[in-house]
């Protein structure tokens, strides 16, 4: 029985975290900004992040031109989410 000859990546996870934040730590000090990620392992974190992203979305459309939303409108979006009821389990 012949076997195809199977190729491997292996890679230096701590190499590319590392990289990546340092990669992070200068955008950060570019742009004047603080990331947040979610804990690992904890799914339920992701999933309201992608639900706040939706909601996002309902005001900034896809393909929105970020540079012309003015902070007036910014503000006015962070009020609507802000006092947005939350069904509680």
Known sequence: MHREKQKVQ???LNFLIMTWLLVIMK???LFN???YFTRPYTSQDKG???NRIGVIRRYFPKKTNLIFVTDKQVR???KMLN???IRKF
């Open 76 to 78: 006015y979006v962070e």
């Open 10 to 12: 292996a890679t230096d």
């Open 48 to 50: 309201t992040v992608e």
């Open 83 to 85: 006092n947005r009821p």
């Open 33 to 35: 900004v603080s990331t």
């Open 27 to 29: 955008l950060q000090k």
